[in-house]
């Protein structure tokens, strides 16, 4: 049987990142933890701001062997796909 996991992150004020969009105040150990679980996934579902983020500041989508998901309320399609 198939398991699904959530990886969740979201701090008090409903931001992950600082103003300036980046994750230095996150720990070393939640990082790798988090790069572990991406790897271990055989699909990933995300929001579009997740993958927005990703996709600008690491200069592309790093996940392209996996099936990807991205959830958005707007009216607005990534890939034709």
Known sequence: MEQIKAHIAVSLDGHTATPDYELDWMPREVKELA??????????????????????HWG???HK????????HYDTNVTPD
């Open 60 to 62: 592309g989508w790093p």
């Open 35 to 56: 790069a572990r679980e991406h790897a271990a996934a055989s699909c990933l579902l995300m929001g579009a701001n997740t993958y927005n983020y990703i996709f600008e």
């Open 65 to 72: 062997s996996k099936r990807s998901f991205v959830v958005s």
